[in-house]
Nanobody, 121 residues
């Protein structure tokens, strides 16, 4: 079992920045950030593989968001810059041992409770 707790969400104006944190009871091979806006499906934002540190991003956040990890602290971070109103959503941290497709929510058995991000124009 893996317990995940997100933090760092909040309300910012467009163009602002936030840093989300995910505290894991233990790190698995793959950790990813997902988001879900009201009335929309959950979508992958960014993922990272513990071994090797490969990172993956959805096209809509490339160049603006950065995912990173601190293995010593069992932490994963999502630095979000140049935020847009369309980034408004609940953001979730998810973990799995195996994810051939990093952005598929069905491949992640462990989820945090989420942290709300609201971007105003």
């Amino acid at each position: 079992q893996v317990h995940l707790v997100e933090s760092g969400g909040g309300s910012v104006q467009a163009g602002g920045s936030l840093r989300l944190s995910c505290a894991a009871s233990r790190l698995t091979s793959n950790i990813a950030w997902f988001r879900q806006a009201p009335g929309k499906e959950r979508e992958g934002v960014a993922g990272i593989r513990r071994g090797g540190g490969s990172t993956y991003y959805a096209d809509f956040v490339k160049g603006r968001f950065t995912i990173s990890q601190d293995n010593a602290k069992n932490m994963v971070y999502l630095q979000m810059n140049s935020l847009k109103p369309e980034d408004t959503a609940m953001y979730y941290c998810a973990a799995t041992m195996w994810a051939p497709v990093w952005s598929a929510p069905s491949q992640y058995p462990y989820w945090g409770q989420g942290t709300q991000v609201t971007v105003s124009s």
